[in-house]
Nanobody, 113 residues
Framework: QVQLVESGGGLVQPGGSLRLSCAASGFTFSNYAMTWYRQAPGKEREFVAVISSTGDIPNYAPSVKGRFTISRDNAKNTVYLQMNSLKPEDTAVYYC??????WGKGTLVTVSS
């Protein structure tokens, strides 16, 4: 059974940093690309970043490029999202997505002074 568990969210001031983690189980993690999405209050879920199965091909939404970094540790079955220079508009629930459209429950990031 595929399971994805996000963690690392919280309250941070504008300009601050957070690192999100998504721990995966129930599938061969190293075989699959992994993706981060986010959903702000009252808005649709949107793509944030994706990383290839080997970790050498990341891709980002224009709104986060240059501020966020996606990475993975296949030995730990975990994908990360390092978020720097956070803005209030980054406030959202952040989700990771795995194979066959599986989603975690999300972790809330609030950027506010």
């Amino acid at each position: 059974q595929v399971q994805l568990v996000e963690s690392g969210g919280g309250l941070v001031q504008p300009g601050g940093s957070l690192r999100l983690s998504c721990a995966a189980s129930g599938f061969t993690f190293s075989n699959y690309a992994m993706t981060w999405y986010r959903q702000a209050p009252g808005k649709e879920r949107e793509f944030v970043a994706v990383i290839s199965s080997t970790g050498d091909i990341p891709n980002y939404a224009p709104s986060v490029k240059g501020r966020f970094t996606i990475s993975r540790d296949n030995a730990k079955n975990t994908v990360y999202l390092q978020m720097n220079s956070l803005k209030p508009e980054d406030t959202a629930v952040y989700y990771c997505k795995g194979p066959s459209g599986t989603w975690g429950k999300g972790t809330l990031v609030t950027v506010s002074s």
